[in-house]
């Protein structure tokens, strides 16, 4: 595509829920990154792909977020029994090896 | 670690004032030194970069300097326009690690005509 895609653009969920993020880099970018925008934290990286392999996962905050890469395109972050402090903008980015990251617009979480 | 720290917001200009958004890091080594800019329902752009000391960084009329000596990376344009209305963030990545960003809190621009 010609940019990141993301989506939900907006989810709103009860606390204790699990949520599914999904991203979907441009077309050709091996790499992928998750980063979290919370007003207490600021932009927080969250974990790192290269094509389907994470070498970095430092981080993700507890157990319950994972993330996954698949075809080496599309990446889902899961959020398991999700707390009112995970509430935040997810955003994604994609780059070629070594190249500029491109962000996606965010999904705006939101737990109740 | 790594940290970033820039002047506190929001900054509120009028149009054709001149900008400075002040950038310091702490990091050990030559970490790669970048702007980011975020316009109201757009994602992160990249505005400019630097990745050695002395080099400096331009787009936009905005420009920033890698200044070793002072870990600074400060954020200028001469004259700005209310399209720069947006919010700031400076940022390096170390090495090989060249997307994992180390993000400054953000400073909210505001242009008045």
């Known amino acids: 595509g010609a940019g990141v895609s993301q989506s939900p653009s907006n989810k709103v969920t009860e606390k204790g829920k699990d949520v599914e993020l999904r991203c979907d880099p441009i077309s050709g970018h091996t790499a992928l990154y998750w980063y979290r925008q919370s007003l207490g934290q600021g932009l927080e990286f969250l974990i790192y792909f290269q094509g389907n392999s994470a070498p970095d996962k430092s981080g993700l905050p507890s157990d319950r977020f994972s993330a996954e890469r698949t075809g080496g395109s599309v990446s889902t972050l899961t959020i398991q029994r999700t707390q009112q402090e995970d509430s935040a903008v997810y955003l994604c980015a994609s780059s070629s090896f070594g190249g500029e990251l491109f962000f996606g617009e965010g999904s705006r979480l939101t737990v109740l | ?113």
């Open chain 2, 1 to 113: 670690g790594d940290s970033v720290t820039q002047m506190e917001g929001p900054v509120t200009l009028s149009e054709e004032a001149f900008l400075t958004i002040n950038c310091t890091y702490t990091a050990t080594g030559y970490p790669s030194l970048f702007w980011y800019v975020q316009y109201p329902g757009e994602g992160l752009q990249l505005l400019l970069k630097a990745t050695k000391a002395d080099d400096k960084g331009s787009n936009k009329g905005f420009e920033a300097t890698y200044r070793k000596e002072t870990t600074s990376f400060h954020l200028e344009k001469g004259s700005v326009q209310v399209s720069d209305s947006a919010v700031y963030f400076c940022a390096l990545s170390r090495g090989t690690s060249y997307g994992k960003l180390t993000f400054g809190q953000g400073t909210i621009l505001t242009v008045h005509p």
